[in-house]
């Protein structure tokens, strides 16, 4: 399942009920992202996503994902709108039957989810706000992959 | 039809969504037609990595739009 929300959101609380119920899988693996602070700068963060579209091209690589680890299920939170340091912006929970197949694709969805989602980020900072695009780094570890 | 912007599209603009009465016909006619209204709005139109998506399905070239089409127009994505 594809969320996103512009409320705060309990991770923990959507990882439960994400594990319950489960009697095939035996592997269930999570990552969450948490807007992080920059130094003693104070900074916000604001996620600008396409409510219908945003969620189907992730939704299309959830799939992939799926077929390529052979997943049981999927789960991807994620925020938009302003989000503060310290919040959670994502969370990627994958089952599968066993762990390493979990792991991979919650690793390859974080990749994915942080180089070439339709967000648009903009972060407020002392000088100013400016959009930000993927680091280099990201788009490294996207080609990973392929 | 509704044409809305997303990212430093709708900062160039200064808006995010409008309506475009008479429709247009096509996207390239559709974007001839913001160029004319706006030339700042036009040349970032017209920038690397712009993608243009009609009713939430990415379009590459040129297409025909329908009278009730939603148009966005969608800078190089970020990531989340």
Not at chain 1, 39 to 59: R, V
Not at chain 2, 31 to 58: H, N, R, W
């Amino acid at each position: 399942m594809i969320r996103l929300t512009d409320q705060p959101f309990d991770p923990g609380a959507e990882l439960s009920a994400f594990c319950g119920g489960r009697t095939e899988s035996g592997a269930v693996a999570s990552f969450v992202g948490i807007a992080r602070g920059d130094g003693e700068t104070a900074s916000a963060l604001e996620l600008e996503a396409y409510p219908g579209f945003t969620e189907a091209e992730i939704g299309r690589f959830a799939d992939a994902a799926t077929t390529r680890f052979g997943l049981h299920d999927v789960l991807i939170v994620h925020r938009h709108g302003a989000i503060a340091t310290g919040e959670a912006i994502v969370l990627v929970a994958t089952a599968s039957a066993h762990r390493r197949e979990a792991f991979e694709a919650c690793d390859y969805l974080m990749d994915y989810l942080k180089s070439r989602a339709p967000f648009w980020k903009k972060e407020h900072g002392p000088g100013g706000a400016r959009w930000v695009e993927p680091t280099a780094r990201d788009l490294d570890d996207l080609a990973r992959w392929d | 039809m509704r044409v809305l912007l997303f990212g430093r599209l709708a900062d160039v603009a200064g808006w995010r969504e409008c309506a475009v009465e008479p429709p247009a016909a096509t996207l390239s006619a559709l974007t001839a037609l913001l160029a004319q209204t706006d030339p700042g709005l036009g040349a970032a139109l017209a920038g690397k990595g712009v993608q243009a998506a009609v009713d939430k399905a990415i379009v590459r070239g040129d297409a025909a739009l329908a009278a009730g089409a939603e148009v966005a127009f969608l800078p190089p994505m970020s990531g989340g």
